[in-house]
């Protein structure tokens, strides 16, 4: 069993940044790649970015270059640098991780972190 949790959403004005984290615990070691989904309400689940354990990234082609993922293996942690922040980017974000390096569907699924982005 591996629970995720995640810190470091709130409300911001466009083009404000902001730094999500989630750290995992539990049966971590199985753990390969982490990444982040978000979810407005009416729109698609959408997959914003994954990392591996070996440092491979990549990103929804509406945050690249915006949004910055890494990771902490030592502290089995992940990070979401977002900057340049759009009102389009409100949603609920959700830590994910999985036993493979591709999150089509995810092993694990944190609680959820509310980003409102304010114009």
């Known amino acids: 069993q591996v629970q995720l949790v995640e810190s470091g959403g709130g409300l911001v004005q466009a083009g404000g940044s902001l730094r999500l984290s989630c750290v995992a615990s539990g049966s971590i070691f199985s753990i390969d790649a982490m990444g982040w989904y978000r979810q407005a309400p009416g729109k698609q689940r959408e997959l914003v970015a994954a990392?591996?354990?070996?440092?491979?990234?990549i990103y929804a082609g509406s945050v690249k270059g915006r949004f910055t993922i890494s990771r902490d293996n030592a502290k089995n942690t992940v990070y979401l640098q977002m900057n340049s922040l759009k009102p389009e980017d409100t949603a609920v974000y959700y830590c994910?991780?999985?036993?493979?390096?591709?999150?089509?569907?995810?092993?694990?699924w944190g609680q959820g972190t509310q980003v409102t982005v304010s114009s």
């Open positions: 994910v991780a999985d036993k493979g390096w591709a999150l089509v569907t995810p092993d694990y």
């Open positions: 990392i591996t354990k070996a440092g491979s990234t």
